[in-house]
């Protein structure tokens, strides 16, 4: 890892060890020019790159727009409104009324280390491990002032951007559009691939051609969305899983967001990831600053693969905060699909009593514990023991629980708030609202506005009281809608565009309190299923629950997807009953199992009730969890065949980083009559090491495994799976 800066030729060379990324100051007027990002190059002057001297691109002053220098010229954070009828980074509105900025270089520093981003969840690394180059940039003309920061670490090829935004004016501006990346590159062969989805289908990959104009996914849904993704990656039409050129950008970031790639006349292509434009307007007064918030850029040579381990390494060593990101989480057992809101004390005894016969670690009590909510119309925010169903208390059945021998978890929304609520007859202005205008009800429920002091120290002290009452050991934080009707009576009139931003960086301060303040707490993040999958979340929990849908089948699809960009270790997956709640599935019990195990495991059945045949299996499947956990964990992950493409079968490996050990997970989705023998090819052993192959006894070569392959034989019926256990011997 390296960060240079070559005064004569203005370059800044960010070397990571396989990439470089590359940023050219332009002209006597030092704009910052973007020259180059991919994979390492030897020279550092690659101003050529700029193209600034070629017919038709003469940045000649006066003859600048005819000939399209701006509209051309490779920018690192382009403004608005001066020539570059790109889409700009940023744009304002200004004391006058102005929308135009251009921002050029003042100075810059380079830095071991990385420093934090205020108030927002980023990558972090000692001064061993990172290295910063801060470049300080100005529209005098605005009395603006932006620092474009760019991170780069010892372990990992990527790039970590952010910016901030001063005004050095005597006068507030607002701040209309801010993106964290902006990256300019030549169209060569790539497509888009993104990740779509709807709730109980979150994260499903798709491809599309990248044609000229826009193209973007985002959400204005106050949250990531289950819908669209904040991550965006241009993948080489000839990449394979395993080779060729893909670039990924990432947002850390839980709110909205815009990825966005434009395709220009020059078949160039401006790729740009950050907070949605829409319904953002923030002002920052003379003297404050705005932080963007950060966007990992990564860049493999390797495929698709290599992007995602990657990111997956990045996320475990460098974004996930938590104690137990290197540890095994405790098996749980959550009550939702098993009673809904149906329960009592007694029955969750009894779950708790036969959960610890067959290995479960502990009892997550889900929603409806609190004021009187019997369905999902009523009492949120109103965080009190339902005495009702809880008889003797919160601490009673935790106490008792623990007396059983597992620790107990509590569900919360604690963003929400019932109009059927105490808190809401007390407080109905406490809820995200336009005056006048009847708020949009989402499954019967609004949500608080954060941003008032008020209602975040509420919230928080309503939490807080209840994780002190017991012996509580996690939290599942839910949030069940998403934003609308913007409206905010704390923020004045000319405020109410930052209610989006601020309502993110109140639920983080929310969880940055939370997780200090009971620092051992296993925390969960989960919106409506995996809304909220994104990794400003793993910043503050070490896992999140991936989807509602717990079939195994619609699992691969949804755990594919997730897997891309996550690291097993934070995907929450759990075996639960058949016919499954969401599409009445009927799958093999060991299959659900086979395919939770490559999340953070666990139940989600009523476990007095399923059949005897299916709960004799569990202590089974809580070996094969401790067996094998520390290597999904931590293992590497290879993609080895999917469904989403064969309609067949699906398989993907986990190597240990010493690569003595590797788990291959294959579902025969649908059976196929008169079929012999499938084979498949592992992928990232050691070529030299022998492996043996558990189930067979087999002995083989890595170099034979991965070229020549495995067999698997057919299985009867349809969502079999089997798990292939490699060691080496
Ligand atoms: C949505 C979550 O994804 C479910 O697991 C469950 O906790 C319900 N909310 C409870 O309302």
Redo the contacts with the bound molecule.
């Keep these: 890892m390296n960060i240079a800066y070559h005064a004569e030729s203005g370059i800044f060379k960010l070397d990571t060890e396989k990439t470089s990324y590359i940023i050219a100051l332009a002209d006597k007027e030092r704009f910052i020019g973007h020259a180059y990002y991919g994979k390492k190059i030897s020279d550092t002057d690659v101003t050529y790159l700029l193209r600034t001297g070629e017919n038709p691109f003469v940045p000649s002053k006066n003859n600048r727009d005819r000939s399209s220098f701006f509209d051309t010229f490779p920018m690192e954070f382009p403004g608005c409104n001066t020539g570059d009828y790109r889409e700009s980074a940023i744009e304002v509105i200004d004391a006058q009324g102005h929308n135009a900025v251009e921002l050029i270089y003042k100075e810059h520093r380079i830095m071991r280390g990385k420093p934090g981003l205020p108030g927002l969840p980023a990558t972090f690394g000692g001064e061993e491990e990172c290295m910063t180059l801060e470049i300080d940039a100005e529209d005098k003309c605005l009395g603006m002032e932006a620092t474009l920061r760019y991170s780069i670490f010892a372990d990992s090829d990527i790039v970590a951007r952010s910016v901030s935004v001063k005004n050095c004016s005597e006068k507030s501006f607002f701040l209309t559009r801010i993106m964290s990346a902006s990256v300019d590159m030549d169209q060569e062969d790539y497509k888009l691939l993104t990740l779509h989805g709807s709730w109980a289908r979150e994260r499903h990959m798709d491809y599309r051609e990248i044609g000229y104009g826009k193209q973007s996914v985002g959400s204005t849904k106050g949250e990531s969305s289950h819908q669209e993704h904040p991550f965006m990656a241009l993948v080489s039409k000839k990449a394979t899983q395993e080779s060729g050129n893909v670039y990924g950008f990432h947002f850390v970031y839980s709110g909205n967001f815009l990825a966005q790639v434009e395709k220009n006349q020059f078949d160039s292509l401006r790729i740009q990831i950050g907070i949605h434009p829409k319904n953002f307007c923030y002002e920052v007064k003379p003297g404050e600053c705005f932080e963007a918030p950060e966007a990992i850029l990564v860049y493999s040579s390797e495929g698709l693969g290599g992007m995602t381990r990657t990111l997956h390494d990045l996320y475990r060593n460098h974004l996930i905060r938590s104690p137990y990101k290197d540890k095994k989480r405790p098996i749980l057992i959550n009550n939702?699909e098993a009673t809904y809101f149906q329960f009592d004390t007694e029955k969750l005894l009894s779950i708790a009593r036969e959960a610890k016969k067959a290995g479960i670690e502990m009892l997550v009590m889900?929603?409806g514990w609190f004021g009187y909510r019997n369905d999902?119309n009523t009492s949120l925010g109103d965080w009190t023991v339902n005495e009702k169903k809880l008889q003797g208390g919160l601490k009673y059945l935790v106490d008792e629980v623990n007396k059983i021998g597992l620790k107990f978890g509590i569900?919360f929304e604690p963003e929400m708030i019932s109009p059927d609520s105490e808190l809401y007859r007390a407080h109905p202005d406490w809820a995200i609202a336009i005056d006048g205008r009847t708020p949009c009800r989402s499954r019967n429920q609004f949500v608080l506005d954060l941003t008032r002091r008020e209602v975040l120290e509420y919230v928080y002290n309503a939490v807080e009281k209840i994780l002190h009452s017991a012996n509580i050991e996690y939290v599942?934080w839910?949030m069940?809608r998403q934003l609308t009707d913007l409206g905010s009576v704390y923020l004045g009139k000319e405020n109410q565009g930052e209610l989006c931003h601020r309502y993110v960086l109140a639920v983080y301060e929310l969880q940055e309190r939370l997780t200090k303040e009971f620092p051992n707490l296993l925390l969960e993040n989960?919106s409506?299923?995996g809304a909220r999958f994104d990794p400003g979340m793993l910043y503050y929990s070490p896992q999140i629950?991936c989807s509602?849908d717990t079939d195994a089948i619609e699992r691969l699809l949804i755990q594919e997807g997730t897997a891309l960009i996550y690291p097993l270790s934070t995907m929450g997956a759990h075996v639960s009953d058949c016919p499954n709640h969401t599409v009445g599935r009927s799958t093999p019990f060991s299959t659900r199992g086979n395919v939770a195990l490559a999340g953070t495991f666990g139940y989600e059945l009523d476990i007095t009730k399923i059949p005897e045949e299916d709960r004799s299996r569990i202590p089974e499947q809580v070996a094969m969890y401790h067996k094998y956990n520390d290597l999904i964990r931590n293992g590497d992950y290879y993609r080895i065949a999917s469904y989403r493409q064969n309609h067949l079968y699906d398989c993907y490996e986990v190597v240990s980083k010493d690569k003595k050990e590797a788990l291959i997970t294959y579902v025969q989705v649908l059976n196929r009559p008169n079929y012999h023998s499938r084979i498949i090819k592992p992928a990232g052993l050691n070529p030299q090491m022998r492996y043996r192959n558990e189930e067979t006894g087999e002995l083989l070569f890595g170099d034979t495994l991965m070229n020549a392959g495995i067999t698997i034989q057919n299985m009867w019926g349809d969502f079999q799976s089997k798990l292939i256990h490699l060691t080496e011997v």
Excluded: E, H, T
């Design positions: 939702w889900d929603d999902d569900w599942k839910d069940n989960c409506g299923g629950w509602d």
